[in-house]
C-alpha cells in the first residue's frame, strides 16, 4: 500500500472542539493509538505543535504516524467508555495503560430477576439484564452505585426472595424498601427499578417529568412527607445527571 500524504496540518482545521476519541494511524492504516479527549481540537493540535514535550514514548510514536481519524462524542464520559472499547477491540501499540484486556466495571441491573437489584461486575454476559458502562476510574462506579442506593428504592442484598424474612438494617436507615418482608409491592418496586434505570441511560427528561407528576399528586393528597422526600431526590439528580454508555442484553451499544 503507498504511504498516506495526508496534510495533518490541514486536517486539524477540520476538527470540532467537542469531546471525541481520536485514533493515530501509520502508513499502512494500521492503528497505533487511541485515545480521549474533552477538546477533540486542542488535543490533537497539542501533538503537532513544534514546542510540544511528549517524551520518547510519543515521539517515536509520532513519527510514525500519517493519519488520524475522530469520533465525536456527546460528553467527556461517553468518550471515555468508547476510548476503553476501542482500545479492547484493536489493542493498539501504543496504548500501554489499557492494552492488557484489564476488565473495567460495569453496573449490572438483573431486570430478569423477579425482584431485580443493581451490582458491579466486570464481565458482560448473555443473561437478560442490562450493563452500563465501563466506569473508569474504577473509584466511579461505587460512586454511582451509592448514590442510587440513597435516592432509589431498590434493594442492596443477594438473597433470594422466596420466603418472607425480616427486614435488615438497610430498612432501618431507609436504604431498601424490604420486599423480603412483603413491605413493598412489586408493582411498585419495579417502578423502582425503572427510574435506575433511565437515571443510568441519562433519561432525564423522563424521569424528572415523572417525579414531578408524583410530587405535585403527593401534594394534592396532603401526602407532604412523601413529596418531600421526592422534592430532595429531585434536587440530587438535576445535580448528577451525565449519559452513561449503555450495553443491551445483546450486547450492543445503544
Known amino acids: 500500500m503507498a504511504e498516506q500524504t495526508v496534510d495533518l496540518g490541514e486536517k486539524l482545521k477540520t476538527v470540532p472542539e467537542n469531546p471525541g476519541v481520536y485514533m493515530f494511524k501509520d502508513r499502512k492504516e494500521r492503528i497505533l493509538y487511541i485515545g480521549k479527549a474533552r477538546n477533540l481540537r486542542n488535543r490533537l493540535k497539542s501533538y503537532f ?15 510514525r504516524v500519517r493519519d488520524f481519524t475522530f469520533l465525536v462524542t456527546e460528553t467527556e464520559v461517553e468518550a ?8 479492547k477491540q484493536h489493542k493498539p501499540r501504543y496504548n500501554v495503560i489499557l492494552r492488557d484486556d484489564k476488565n473495567y466495571p460495569y453496573l449490572k441491573l438483573t431486570i430478569n430477576e423477579e425482584w431485580p ?22 473509584s466511579s462506579v461505587r460512586e454511582t452505585l451509592a ?24 430498612y432501618q436507615m431507609g436504604r431498601c424498601p424490604a420486599p423480603c ?3 413493598f409491592s412489586r408493582d411498585e418496586y419495579l417502578k423502582a427499578v425503572k427510574e435506575v434505570e433511565r437515571f443510568l441511560k441519562g433519561e432525564k427528561k ?10 405535585q399528586r403527593f401534594s394534592e393528597e396532603l401526602r407532604f412527607e412523601e413529596a418531600a422526600r421526592i422534592r ?3 434536587q440530587a439528580l438535576r445535580g448528577a445527571f451525565e449519559s452513561q454508555k449503555v450495553v443491551s442484553p445483546e450486547l450492543g451499544d445503544i
Request: charged share 30%; with cysteine; net charge positive.
Open 206 to 215: 423522563e424521569l424528572i417529568e415523572e417525579l414531578e407528576g408524583r410530587m
Open 117 to 138: 437489584r443493581l451490582e458491579v461486575v466486570r464481565r458482560i454476559t448473555r443473561d437478560g439484564a442490562i450493563y452500563f458502562g465501563p466506569y473508569i476510574p474504577a
Open 181 to 183: 418482608a412483603g413491605l
Open 80 to 87: 471515555l467508555a468508547l476510548e476503553a472499547n476501542l482500545i
Open 232 to 234: 430532595d431526590r429531585l
Open 147 to 170: 448514590f442510587i442506593r440513597r435516592h432509589f428504592n431498590i434493594r442492596p442484598c443477594r438473597y433470594r426472595l422466596d420466603r418472607p424474612m425480616r427486614p435488615c438494617v438497610q
Open 49 to 63: 505543535q513544534q514546542s510540544a514535550n511528549l517524551g520518547p514514548r510519543k515521539t517515536a510514536m509520532l513519527n
